[in-house]
């Protein structure tokens, strides 16, 4: 594979007076989630490696964790990367097709074989070099033809799937805006949400990654705000939303960050497992969307969202006819959006066989 792609270690010369920084956390398998803008002068240390389109990045810590993407369609002059990224970037484009090395990369086998590797090096975290653990890999490349019609095969997959998120994105959205035109008073008032919350924490039974290695399977077990792993087995079933206890997992307005879950799944113990009582999940799902909670945030050292603070929070409750009025309209949007993500977890399945099978 080194004779391949090169590891690019290129300083970034810095033009201008704000940058999107993207360390280990801002990437998730395939996607760039977070594009914090910084000022050159606020960059952490780490922040030094230029990039360009075509170019993947990879964490060097716990490729299990499938941190790790492909550069595309961004602008290239705004962007610097952290150290803990490897930037591998093709030597002969008339050789190797980079998302064809892309999809070998990340495929199910190599995962397991780089996290064994990361798991055998001495050290604080698990990791691996390009040097000593990408480099020497043999790979049986075929012509780039051949590549290239592999590469549209999986890409119909993935496409699909992104077409999907961009629906439920925008379904979502929709559901945010009616919910604000209809209660625009909620956030304050006489109430507390806690009478309308139905609690399962105590249901949560955590697994350690030495439990769920030894249960593999199709079910997602889920951390405070996303997918960790798929498991043989599931202790909920149904529409939950999944609330981290973190206190630092928010987004920049400081709104919590949610997951609605629906269907067969474990959770951790790093979220509040919770359902509406008296209202529908959904409903509660889009009031927390749009509530502030930095004022429920507590600990000194260590910042939680316990349940007695999120059962304070006050509101103003619309009458029963109000918030069946309100469900008349939200609830076939809400089974659209669960349709979609069903069908994009059948696609991802078959990607995982595909790329099984094919690497």
Request: with cysteine.
């Amino acid at each position: 594979m080194g004779e391949l792609v090169d590891s690019i270690s290129k300083k970034c010369d810095f033009k201008t007076d704000k940058i999107i920084f993207l360390n280990t956390s801002d990437i998730e398998d395939g996607k760039i989630v977070n594009n914090n803008c910084y000022k050159i002068s606020d960059l952490p240390g780490q922040a030094k490696k230029k990039i360009k389109n075509g170019d993947i990045l990879f964490s060097e810590i716990r490729p299990k964790n499938k941190r790790y993407a492909l550069v595309e369609n961004i602008d290239e002059t705004n962007y610097v990367v952290s150290t803990k990224l490897m930037v591998l970037r093709n030597k002969d484009s008339k050789v190797l097709n980079m998302k064809y090395f892309y999809y070998f990369l990340t495929s199910p086998k190599m995962l397991r074989y780089l996290q064994s590797e990361a798991e055998a090096r001495s050290g604080t975290f698990p990791q691996i070099t390009f040097k000593d653990n990408i480099y020497p890999i043999t790979i049986n490349l075929p012509s780039l033809a051949e590549q290239n019609k592999i590469v549209k095969n999986i890409d119909s997959i993935v496409n699909k799937i992104k077409n999907n998120q961009k629906i439920n994105t925008n379904l979502l959205q929709l559901s945010q805006i009616m919910f604000k035109n209809k209660f625009p008073n909620v956030n304050d008032g006489p109430d507390k949400i806690g009478a309308y919350i139905r609690n399962y924490d105590k249901d949560r039974k955590p697994l350690s990654k030495k439990q769920r290695s030894k249960m593999p399977g199709k079910y997602r077990y889920i951390g405070a705000t996303s997918v960790n792993d798929y498991i043989a087995k599931y202790n909920f079933d149904g529409i939950y939303l999944l609330l981290g206890e973190d206190g630092t997992v928010q987004d920049i307005n400081g709104y919590p960050v949610l997951q609605y879950i629906h269907g067969k799944f474990w959770p951790n113990n790093h979220a509040h497992v919770l359902q509406g009582n008296k209202v529908s999940t959904e409903w509660l799902y889009l009031f927390f969307l749009q509530r502030n909670i930095e004022g429920i945030i507590t600990g000194a050292v260590q910042k939680k969202i316990s349940q007695k603070n999120l059962n304070s929070l006050s509101v103003t409750m619309p009458n029963n006819e109000e918030l069946s009025k309100f469900d008349n309209i939200i609830q076939p949007i809400f089974e659209q959006i669960r349709t979609l993500e069903e069908e994009n977890e059948r696609l991802l399945e078959i990607k995982r066989e595909l790329l099984t099978n094919l690497f």
